[in-house]
């Protein structure tokens, strides 16, 4: 496979190609779209992973809630991703995403121009005997909103709505402003897909979203990350819900002029865009619910997705200590259905692949992509446990042995100036962040 992709790179320089692509699994897309991210590499200097990161999410964007996945039985789902990139400074995380999601901005735009139109008509003819409804704005994406607000925008499309923040940080630390966690509890809701209900008295009716989808996309520096553990993500689950992209490539490419340039490619994924977005989603004027088309997976993809799971499963069963396991493998079989139904799509929509249900390519596909992403988080994990301690903090537990008690911690700390209290909140904390495992009470062991 890696053979018949290199093919794709005529006329590049080959070994940077290869250093881009490494270990990522581009050949699992449909054959165009390689050509297309291959193209955005070499003449826009594109981060790969993330270039086709930032397309994945745009293409469940577009989707919403038009198409869904019967996972298992009664569990069926649409593609709701959260996702995020993650790089050093100038290392090329927006770049991608702004051209990804290029199409979806322009066509809020319009749907802007046209409701502001509406708008105008309808405060004209306020007042009069037929007095029509007033329009309400239709948009997929949002950036600065608060939880009512974006409940307001997800009411008026039932398809779907996308939180597109380029610096994420700042509305993953704008949770803690509203109370009891409103925000972050609507979105650990969303992403499982169970029904949203708000009723609230700055709100003129009370609403119920039987189907949400939300998605989420947005971009942080890596040295910010450690603030996810700050915020409790690890413990509230939704670490577990978003799917990290980590370039392996840290370095800054340099500009080239030597080029040929594809100025088709705006226009390539503008098309593709927009048939993911023309896939109907017919929404009921009385129950105010949508209709979804389900994909169901082929045999063999069942095959295939049950017997990866189970395979899953095995190793966890294996591992009889329970401080050690990860919780994210629960949200694995969820993250592959949800990816495998967007990858179908997109062979369909390059014209690569049909759309009667989920074959057995796209759950491969799906497979290899949640393998980088579960790399991608591995990885983010320690750098996340790292930055969450502050320095003096970092000097004690080095001190510490592999095992100890919380009377050798507390004289540990004594030495780098920690005071006991401040001791006794960094073992808490530890613990709750994977970084201690407390044997029992006053004896702890380092995470390895």
């Known amino acids: 496979m890696k053979t018949q992709l290199m093919s794709l790179c005529t006329g590049l320089n080959r070994d940077a190609m290869a250093a881009q692509i490494g270990s990522f699994p581009l050949d ?119 939880p009512e607000a974006m409940i307001h925008a997800h009411h ?48 003129p009716l009370p609403f119920h979203i039987h189907k949400p989808c939300i998605h989420i996309v947005g971009t942080t520096q890596t040295y910010r990350i450690g603030e996810l553990l700050n915020m409790g993500f690890l413990q509230n689950g939704m670490m577990d819900r978003i799917l990290f992209a980590y370039a392996p490539n840290r370095k800054i490419e340099h500009w080239r002029r030597d080029v040929v340039v594809n100025d088709n490619a705006d226009c390539q994924w503008g098309r593709v865009i927009e048939r993911l977005c023309n896939l109907p989603c017919e929404e009921n004027p009385v129950s105010h619910m949508v209709t979804s088309r389900i994909l169901p997976m082929s045999s063999d993809a069942v095959d295939l997705f049950y017997n990866w799971r189970n395979t899953l499963i095995d190793s966890i069963n294996d591992c009889h200590d329970d401080t050690q396991r990860e919780t994210r493998f629960a949200k694995e079989p969820l993250h592959v259905a949800r990816i495998a139904l967007v990858i179908q799509l997109l062979r369909w929509a390059f014209e690569e692949g049909e759309m009667n249900n989920v074959d057995v390519q796209s759950v491969e596909a799906a497979i290899r992509m949640n393998d980088y992403f579960t790399e991608c988080y591995r990885e983010l994990v320690q750098i996340m446990k790292s930055e969450a301690m502050d320095v003096l903090e970092r000097d004690w537990l080095c001190e510490l042995p592999s095992s100890f008690t919380t009377a050798e911690a507390i004289v540990e700390g004594e030495k780098v100036g920690m005071a006991h209290r401040s001791v006794n909140r960094a073992l808490s904390r530890m613990v709750a962040g994977g970084m201690l495992r407390k044997i029992k009470k006053g004896f702890y062991s380092k995470m390895s």
């Open 156 to 203: 008026a499309n039932l398809r779907g709505i996308t939180i597109y923040v380029d610096e994420i940080m700042g509305m993953f630390g704008s949770m803690n402003r509203y109370a009891q966690g409103q925000l972050a509890e609507q979105l650990l809701t969303a992403h499982s897909a169970k029904p949203l209900n708000v009723s609230r008295c700055n709100l």
């Open 28 to 146: 699992v897309f449909p054959v165009q779209m390689q050509r297309l991210v291959l193209d955005l590499v070499r003449q826009e200097n594109y981060p790969l992973d993330f270039t086709v990161v930032a397309m994945l999410s745009a293409a469940a964007s577009a989707i919403g809630n038009a198409c869904q996945i019967r996972v298992k039985g009664r569990w069926i789902t649409s593609p709701i991703l959260y996702v995020i990139l993650v790089g050093n400074p100038g290392v090329g995380k927006t770049p991608p995403l702004d051209f990804a999601y290029t199409p979806l901005q322009e066509r809020d735009a319009r749907r802007y121009a046209q409701h502001m139109e509406k708008l105008k008509e309808y405060e004209q003819n306020k007042g009069n005997e037929k007095e029509a409804e007033k329009p309400l704005l239709i948009r997929s994406l949002i950036s600065d909103f608060t």
